[in-house]
């Protein structure tokens, strides 16, 4: 439950010009959970050009959005698109769809072959303040592929996707093999 507070409006004047008519534009705040301080750090400010929308539909559109910036976010930092140093013009171009095609390719597999629930276990025995963690994050997805195709290499006459114990033996050979 959140606690929605209209605060008024936000004002814009042209940079410079303070004598200029300012655009106004609504301005609400959003709390979080009903009890918490104020000074929690939990308060949201959100701002729109649409005149006519309710704080119920203003706070509808930013979460409907949330999503898609997860998306991106996790696009350019964990598969790297926001790495790409790209001079030539298609380059450039076909990067970040590209990222994006490879980030599909990545959801539809874990979908299809992943193993979510020992994923999500897994990650909360390593990670205890993940306790209440309860679906994969890409870079979960991620790197339950890379144990994949790292074990198929390995362990190429078995038909079946390799089994997490089967994973984790190879991994351990190749930590004694390294050390």
């Not at 005149?51 to 930092?77: C, G, M, Q």
């Not at 276990?121 to 390593?126: G, I, M, T």
Request: glycine share 6%; charged share 20%.
């Amino acid at each position: 439950m959140v606690r929605v507070t209209a605060e008024g409006q936000a004002t814009r004047t042209t940079r410079g010009d303070e004598d200029s008519a300012a655009e106004v534009f609504p301005l609400i705040r959003v709390s979080g959970p009903c009890g918490y301080p104020k000074t929690s750090g939990n308060d949201l400010a959100l701002v729109t050009t649409d005149l006519t929308a309710t704080p119920e539909e203003i706070i509808a559109r930013y979460a409907a959005r949330w999503s898609i910036e997860v998306t991106f976010f996790d696009v350019k930092n964990i598969l790297g698109v926001g790495q790409a140093r790209n001079r030539v013009t298609k380059a450039v171009e076909r990067t970040v769809p590209f990222g994006l095609f490879c980030y599909s390719l990545l959801i539809i597999w874990y979908t299809l072959h992943g193993h979510a629930s020992t994923d999500v276990a897994r990650r909360r025995a390593l990670a205890p303040w993940y306790g209440s963690k309860a679906e994969p994050a890409t870079l979960d997805m991620l790197t339950s592929l890379r144990r994949q195709i790292i074990a198929a290499r390995f362990l190429p006459t078995s038909p079946q996707p390799a089994t997490t114990e089967e994973i984790l033996e190879v991994q351990q050979a190749w930590a004694l093999a390294a050390a």
